[in-house]
């Protein structure tokens, strides 16, 4: 069975799942680093030349590739539960796991990162508010388990995937 992790950026997903793929011995896989490498280039790269519409469908196929996958770690990209396609698909790619955040805490952690293009310029916390309230219902819907993560360590955060999936 794939574990497949989604959240909002800065929520720990490529962290937690590497993590979670030494502890369990399952391959980490990661949509963005799929789409980056089939593309041969960076994301915000993708953003800036073809805008969020056309990452979104790259972002889709991206998951549909995994459906075959088996006993992975499956990271995604913030946005992907924003594309109704790939809400289906998230759930037919595994067991999903939310890992919520507090706007706060994304700030704090994406400070001085300027790799996110839905996140470049002043005024982040409101930014990550907006983006976040919109996003609430999708990663709640599309999830199997939610985790808040704000105060937890990736070890316990590990833990408790293991506990109810590994
Ligand atoms: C995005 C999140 C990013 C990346 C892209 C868009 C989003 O991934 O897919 O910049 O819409 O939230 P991370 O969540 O890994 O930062």
Redesign the pocket.
């Known amino acids: 069975m794939n574990i497949v992790l989604i ?5 720990g ?2 962290t937690v799942g590497k993590a979670l793929s030494a502890k369990c011995g399952k391959e980490f896989l ?3 680093a799929l ?1 980056e490498a089939k593309e041969g280039r960076k ?2 790269e993708i ?1 800036a030349k073809e805008g ?1 519409g056309h ?1 979104r469908k790259l ?1 889709y196929a991206a998951l549909k590739s995994l459906l075959d996958a088996k006993d992975k770690i499956i ?6 539960v ?1 594309y109704p396609d790939n809400r289906g698909l998230l759930k037919k790619a595994g067991k999903v796991v939310y890992l919520r955040v507090k706007p706060e805490t994304v700030v704090k952690r994406l400070e001085g990162d300027e ?4 996140l470049v310029g002043d005024d982040k916390l409101s930014k990550v508010e907006n ?1 976040l309230s919109s ?1 609430k219902a999708m990663y709640e819907d599309a999830a199997d388990i939610i985790i808040d993560v704000d105060y937890l360590l990736v070890e316990e955060i590990v833990g408790l995937i293991v506990k109810d999936f590994a």
């Open positions: 959240g909002f950026m800065g929520s997903k490529t990661d949509t963005d789409i994301i915000s953003f969020e990452f972002e990271s995604t990209g913030g946005g992907i924003t790799s996110r293009p839905l983006l996003r």
